[in-house]
Every structure is written in C-alpha cells, then in structure tokens.
C-alpha cells in the first residue's frame, strides 16, 4: 500500500455507520469481553467469577444510586410549598409529572456526567486497540499511520456517544431527534469520504469497510467463539472462521430481518416495548437456524456441534443484553 495522505483532522467529521440505543452504564464498567468469558467458561468456583459478578452488581448500585440523586436533585427543585406550609393537591400532582419527566432524562444525564464518560471513554479506546489491531496488520500501517487512524476512530466513537447520549433522552420531540438522525446521516458521509482519502487505496478502503461490516461478529467469535473451538476436538481452519463471520453477517443483515433495536425504535427509548423485544430475541433465534443451516456446506458434523453450542451461547448473551437494555432504560420494576 502506497503512502497514506495526511488529512488535517480540524477538518474532520466523524459518525459510526449506525445509531444504537446503547448499553453505556453497566457495559463500561463490566466489559464486553469479561461477560464473554463467564458465558464461554464451564461453571466452577471460580475467583474470576465471584470478581465479575461483584463486579456487575457494583456497577448496578452505582447506576441506581447517581439515577436516584438525580431525581432527588429534580424534586427538591420542583417541589413547591403553600405559605400555609402544606403542598397544594395541583402543585403536587404537577410535581409528580415534572419528577416522572426528570427521571426519563436522568439517564442521559447520567451519561453526561464527566466521571461516566471518562469510564466511557477509557473502555471505547481499549475496545478500539484491541478491536482493530488485526485489521491495521492487514492494512500494512507505519506506525505513524497506525497512531493516525486509531486517534481518528477513538474520535469518531467520542461523536457516536454524544449523539447516543442525546437520542437517550424520551423527552426529545420528534422533529429534534429526527434532526439529529439526519446530522448523523450527513456527518456519515463525510467520515466514508475523509476513511477513504486517508487509506488512499480502493483495495484498503474495501477491507476497511468489510471489517466494519463484520465488527459485531468477529467481537462475539473472538471473545466466545474461538475458545470454543480450540477447544473442541475439530477447531476451525482460517478460511472456515472467516467464512462463518462473514455468514453470520450476512444473515444479520438480510434485507428480511427486522433489523436491530435502533431500526425498529427509532432511537427512541420509548419504543422498547415488549413487543419490540419479543421480535428481536425471534429474530436471533431464526437468525441463528439460518446460520446452522448454511454452515453444513462447510463445517464437519463435530464443527457444527460446536457452532450450535456458540450460537446458544451468543443467544443467551444477546437476551440478557435486551433484558438489561430494558431495565435501564424503562426502569427495573417497568
């Protein structure tokens, strides 16, 4: 690969291809990859085990606790008290409402909060060294050119939370949030051409963009697949984990899927119903029959053992995932 131009980064704009409701509180302080290994992990008692779920409960409290504070600060503000001393049944009752309001936006002020985002933001770079470390291999980097494209993708994940942040909040009318899509969707356009002028390279902008494509997949078989592979009695070849990711993308992404939570919520919280969700974890389910079913043409009938054990695996993690988006973002007792 040739020389990569040097693009001026004041110049830039940066946005993640898709808007996702995110899971920001308990996945930054629980990473992706420490609740991949309990998953893979036969059950034991295990020092590793006890530290993760203290771990995760801590991260729960702390989330409950900043969430409370929050509507303790909301109500001390619109309570109104009567000269007599009493509180007025309308002023209640219109504290009330103001209260309920104030909690729907506590959780994208929570996320705004500096203390979460400097969590957020440790965990994003981490995610993104490691994610992204093959590909800049394949790439053939310098490393001045590795250090440029990664402080570009770790600016990039810093705009995709901020937009996130902002689309948590219930409150947003639709006008402003579909507002904010179409910025993201402008500012998307600009990222592919500013990528694209960097590799300088169609052959490397390919790549590029077919890693991206295949990002979900290849985290999920990285942190659960692979181990389990390994360690079964026919691990896969190069070629067949490839094929596989590739597979799973394809079907993730078939023109008949129901799409993610962002394509059938709009990136409004308030859209997570359950029927919402009942049709997600429908879709994983018949998404992952399809993958079983195409994978014959190229795994052993051991290999595909071993897949129908990751794809439950997979499935279970991508249930809980839901249930958790679920109670954070419409309440625990919701």
């Known amino acids: 690969m040739g020389k990569k131009e040097t693009v001026m980064a004041s110049s830039l704009l940066f946005f993640m291809k898709n808007i996702v409701i ?8 629980v990473s992706i990859g420490a609740v991949a290994w309990l998953l893979a992990s036969p059950p034991s008692v295990d020092p590793r085990l006890v530290k ?54 506590n959780l994208s002020q929570l996320y705004s909060t500096p203390a979460m985002r400097a969590v957020i ?31 570009l993708l770790t600016a990039r ?12 909040d219930p409150n947003l009318s639709p006008e402003r949030r579909q507002q904010l899509i179409e910025e993201a969707r402008n500012q998307h356009s600009v990222y592919e051409a500013t ?24 985290t999920q078989f990285n942190s659960v697949g692979r181990g389990l592979f390994e360690a079964s009695s026919e691990p896969l070849s190069q070629q067949q984990e490839q094929q596989l990711i590739d597979l799973m993308a394809e079907v993730r992404m078939s023109p008949s899927s129901v799409g993610g939570l962002n394509d059938q919520t709009g990136t409004d919280p308030n859209r997570l119903t359950d029927d ?22 190229f795994l052993t009938p051991a290999q595909q053992l071993t897949l129908q054990n990751y794809l439950t695996q997979t499935q279970t993690m991508a249930k809980s995932g839901i249930e958790m988006s679920k109670m954070i973002l419409r309440g625990a007792n919701k």
């Open 276 to 297: 919402v969700i009942a049709q997600q974890l429908q879709q994983i389910e018949t998404n992952n029959r399809i993958v079983a079913e195409r994978a014959q043409s």
């Open 121 to 151: 933001d440790q965990q994003q770079a981490a995610q993104i060294e490691v994610g992204y470390a093959q590909l800049f291999e394949q790439l053939r980097l310098t490393p001045e050119e590795r250090a440029h494209l990664k402080n």
């Open 157 to 168: 994940q810093k705009v995709f939370t901020d937009y996130n942040v902002q689309l948590l």
């Open 22 to 29: 995110p899971i920001l509180g308990a996945v930054s302080i």
């Open 195 to 218: 990528i694209k002028q960097f590799l300088n390279d169609e052959n490397d902008w390919n790549t590029f963009a077919h890693w991206e494509n295949t990002k979900t997949e290849r």
């Open 52 to 105: 993760l779920e203290s771990d995760l409960k801590e991260a729960r409290q702390t989330i409950a606790q900043l969430k409370a504070d929050l509507a303790k600060e909301s109500t001390r503000h619109t309570a109104n008290i009567t000269p007599g001393g009493n509180l007025a049944l309308s002023q209640t009752a219109n504290s009330t409402l103001a209260t309920t309001s104030s909690e729907k936006q």
